[in-house]
């Protein structure tokens, strides 16, 4: 499969080419053109290994659903828009992952519904942090000190006394415990950038996401 446009953004070994905000890249395509860089961006994102890059897909095709996509269907938008209430159910239910299949599989397709593309854009934002979220509690179950925390059935692994003598001194605000890492901080800043600023500018690079 050949590289398009913004996959091709993401693996950049360039960082003045990797660090290109979104709006940027997207600016002169039409609806077509940034339908066709979704679904090789979603191709692409389902066999990446590599969490930074995954994760920045997804931002990605959050914000080109939800903006980019819609922004350029609004002057043909159909009367009748629609999105499966399935989908929905999936997505309240914490499964952004079986909602976005449901989406993708919809009929009309994303480009006859502005709804639907929303949607696409809303579940893809919701994998993200899904995505994040199981990196950090991977990260804190790996710590053998940590294995209480994960067992609420036999009360002999839950630490009674005091804890063993720490080798460093953390003062870093952002972290409860030395069990915390980078991937709890890349969480941390993900969610500042995203609430603060919830358009594109949160998939502008990896200056955004520290410590990967």
Aim: net charge neutral; proline share 8%.
């Amino acid at each position: 499969m050949a590289t398009t446009l913004l996959v091709g953004t993401i693996t950049a070994s360039d960082a003045a080419h990797r660090d290109m905000p979104l709006d940027a890249l997207v600016r002169a395509l039409d609806v077509r053109a940034l339908l066709a860089e979704a679904r090789a961006l979603d191709h692409y994102r389902r066999a990446e290994r590599d969490l930074y890059r995954r994760i920045r897909a997804l931002l990605f095709l959050s914000d080109l659903y939800r903006y980019h996509i819609v922004a350029r269907l609004e002057e043909r938008a159909p009367l009748r828009s629609v999105s499966p209430a399935r989908a929905h159910a999936l997505l309240a239910d914490g499964e952004p992952e079986q909602a976005i299949d449901v989406f993708l599989h919809a009929t009309p397709g994303p480009e006859q519904s502005p709804a639907l593309c929303t949607s696409l854009g809303v579940a893809y934002r919701q994998l993200a942090f899904v995505e994040l979220a199981r990196q950090v509690r991977l990260s804190v179950q790996s710590e053998p000190y940590n294995a209480f925390l994960f067992d609420a059935q036999q009360p002999q692994p839950h630490v009674s006394g005091p804890a063993p003598p720490a080798l460093l001194c953390e003062r870093t605000p952002v972290r409860a415990d030395l069990t915390h890492s980078c991937w709890s901080d890349m969480y941390a800043c993900a969610v500042r950038v995203c609430v603060v600023r919830p358009r594109s500018r949160a998939c502008h690079g990896p200056q955004l996401l520290p410590g990967v």
